[in-house]
């Protein structure tokens, strides 16, 4: 893999952090906040990241397996990010809404600022992004090996599941470490991410896929 993540990552953390304060400060000065404006405000925050880093980890799949016009693949990553951002928004208007009410009722109107705090922590944008950069760069790459597939005739390509393999691996992902799809768990059929902050990736087998014939 060889595109840039970090980037990718910044994007999203500092996007959705902007999202997060703006949210924390209006709730803070004014005791309430529009729930759908916020998960509005999420989507425009991930999704332009989210087709950059699906478009990217596309082409970067089909250079590597030497593919005819590598910058025509990557094609379904406005729609695959559209879909992706409009469920991690919900999913996060859901929690966050879950959690400023529990923090309004063992608060009083002195302490609620503080309260909250910990629900807007800098944290959750990294976690967002970690994953969600994860999440693209998986949905690229299986979108390229399947227009391969597609393309050569009864040909494969097998993703293969690789950890960081350092240290910091989880529980979750250290087994699966070199694990083609078949062996992977069915709740993780889709691939990484496998948890929040999963910076795991696939290989691919390359060495079964046979070239285009020239002029195809
Ligand atoms: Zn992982």
């Known amino acids: ?123 959750r944008a990294k976690t967002v992004a970690a994953s969600e950069v994860t999440a693209s760069i998986t949905a690229g790459e299986r979108e390229t090996a399947d227009d391969i597939t597609n393309k050569t005739d009864g040909k494969t390509l097998t993703p293969r599941w690789q950890t960081e393999q350092d240290s910091k691996v989880c529980p979750i992902c250290r087994p699966l470490h070199g694990l083609t799809e078949d062996d992977w768990p069915e709740a993780l059929r889709d691939g990484p991410p496998a948890h929040p902050n999963c910076r795991c990736e696939l290989s691919w087998k390359t060495s079964i896929l046979k070239p285009e014939p020239a002029g195809a």
């Open 1 to 123: 893999m060889s595109i840039d993540r970090d980037k990718h990552e910044t994007e999203i953390t500092a996007a959705v952090l902007l999202v997060l304060i703006a949210m924390r400060d209006t709730l803070a000065s004014f005791g309430s906040v529009s729930w759908p404006a916020f998960e509005a405000s999420i989507v425009k925050a991930i999704e332009p990241t989210l087709v950059a880093t699906f478009e990217d980890s596309s082409i970067d799949l089909a250079q590597r397996l030497k593919a005819v016009k590598p910058e025509q693949f990557g094609g379904g990553a406005k729609q695959w990010a559209n879909t992706r951002a409009r469920e991690i928004a919900r999913r996060m208007r859901e929690n966050t809404e879950q959690r400023v009410k529990a923090a309004r009722e063992r608060s009083t109107p002195d302490t609620f600022s503080n309260e909250i705090e910990g629900v807007f922590n800098p944290s």
